[in-house]
């Protein structure tokens, strides 16, 4: 069972910045791909970005250009860097972790989650 924490929500105004990060507590970290997802109250949870095992990256075009995904697999770490926020980014995001090479950014194939980091931003 993979154990996932997320840190590093917080609250922002419109075209600053956040970062969140994820640390995984399989040893086997590598093997697995893993994402960002969010989610605001009544709606479904909606993919942010994925990245592969082999570090192929995808985004959500809502994000392209102002979100990055990144791991760092030595530490076991997944990190989300947050450029130009807007108010529609307001939510609650979630680490996610699959054993396999490739994800995608649909949730209902993510296996494991974090408990989520609330990011608020403010117009």
């Known amino acids: 069972q993979v154990q996932l924490v997320e840190s590093g929500g917080g609250s922002v105004q419109a075209g600053g910045s956040l970062r969140l990060s994820c640390v995984a507590s399989?040893?086997?970290?590598?093997?697995?791909?893993m994402g960002w997802f969010r989610q605001v109250p009544g709606k479904g949870r909606e993919g942010v970005a994925v990245?592969?095992?082999?570090?192929?990256?995808r985004y959500a075009d809502s994000v392209k250009g102002r979100f990055t995904i990144s791991r760092d697999n030595a530490k076991k770490t997944l990190d989300l860097q947050m450029n130009s926020l807007k108010p529609e980014d307001t939510a609650t995001y979630y680490c996610a972790a699959r054993f396999a090479t490739q994800c995608s950014l649909y949730s209902y194939t993510m296996p494991y989650w974090g408990k989520g980091a609330l990011v608020t931003v403010s117009s």
């Open positions: 990245i592969d095992s082999d570090g192929s990256k």
């Open positions: 399989e040893y086997a970290y590598s093997n697995y791909c």
